[in-house]
């Protein structure tokens, strides 16, 4: 059974860091691409950063150069470090795992296998 374990998630000043981590277990880490998801309160769920199997990584435009999103498949973990955090970034952060294409020199994730039960990110201005 393919399960997901997010953690690093908490309570943070504006202009202030949090790494995220997401565990895989019951697979292969390095089979799979990895996105992390947020919701916010009253939001529909968005795409924060996806990588590939071949770490080509994809960012929503409000988090560019803000947040790197990474990969040890060593470890069986996914990371997403978030930089100059803005308020508007609390959410609950979801990992997943699944598929994603390049075409056209574009990566976009595209489909998910599992998810993460989430992880709460409070930005405090």
């Known amino acids: 059974q393919v399960q997901l374990v997010e953690s690093g998630g908490g309570l943070v000043q504006a202009g202030g860091s949090l790494r995220l981590s997401c565990v895989l277990s019951?697979?292969?880490?390095?089979?799979?691409?990895i996105a992390w998801y947020r919701q916010a309160p009253e939001k529909q769920r968005e795409l924060v950063a996806a990588?590939?199997?071949?770490?080509?990584?994809t960012y929503v435009n409000s988090v560019e150069g803000r947040f790197t999103i990474s990969r040890d498949n060593t470890k069986n973990t996914g990371y997403l470090q978030m930089n100059s955090l803005k308020p508007e970034d609390t959410a609950v952060y979801y990992c997943t795992v699944g598929g994603g294409r390049i075409t056209g020199g574009k990566y976009t994730y595209t489909s998910s296998t599992a998810w993460g039960q989430g992880t709460q990110v409070t930005v405090s201005s």
């Open positions: 019951g697979s292969i880490l390095s089979r799979f691409d």
């Open positions: 990588i590939s199997t071949g770490e080509t990584t």
